[in-house]
């Protein structure tokens, strides 16, 4: 099988995150996409989080039935930073037989070799980067082939569909409408327990 790794804070998990998951499915043809959302981001450091429970069960909800589209806890169980090498590390594991994909935004990839031990994620996963930002793709193939000494790297060609996060919660937090950037029962789910206010 193609397995897909999705990671990220999902704080919540809105349209764009799931864009990204669905784009990734059709282009680079898996078969399953895990959702991992992370316990501590190596690369954010605001720290207006919710909980791990109520990400992993706003991710559930997102995902709904679709049988291609599971929900991982592994990052949220582990109390260290959450590298992407201790991910594939686990998957790589648990799938031993599978062909690996690390689904990323291209803002990612921009700085990919930053990420601590980024040659050992080359080594272990295909990188397959969607786009998150208009206009890209020369920029992102350049990069592509620089890294490309490392391992294989794949670009998506879909457009982006661009949402932040951090623009939702402020909304949320104003009692502002946000039902068009998330799924209707995330949106349940945040009112029912007074998320980000």
């Known amino acids: 099988m193609k397995i897909g790794i999705y990671g990220g804070s999902f704080n919540p998990v809105h349209n764009g995150h799931m864009h990204l998951a669905e784009t990734a499915l059709k282009e680079f043809e898996l078969d399953m996409i895990f959702f991992v959302p992370c316990r501590i981001s190596p690369h954010r450091f605001d720290g207006d989080y919710v909980s791990g429970k109520d990400r992993l069960e706003m991710l559930r909800l997102a995902c709904g039935d679709n049988p291609k ?103 949320i937090a104003k009692n502002e409408n946000c039902s068009c950037y998330l799924d209707k029962n995330v949106v349940q789910y945040i009112r029912m327990g007074n998320l980000y206010r």
């Open 69 to 171: 589209f599971q929900v991982s806890g592994y990052e949220l169980e582990n109390e260290r930073t959450s590298y992407s090498i201790y991910t594939v590390e686990y998957f790589k594991k648990k799938f031993p037989d599978d062909e690996l994909y690390l689904l990323v935004g291209s803002d990612m990839l921009l700085y990919f070799e930053k990420w601590y031990r980024f040659e050992d994620i080359l080594k272990n996963v295909t990188l397959a980067v969607v786009s998150r930002t208009d206009g890209d793709r020369d920029i992102l193939l350049e990069k592509a082939e620089k890294l490309g000494e490392y391992g294989r790297i794949t670009i998506g060609k879909s457009a982006p569909l661009m949402v932040s996060s951090t623009e939702i919660r402020k909304k």
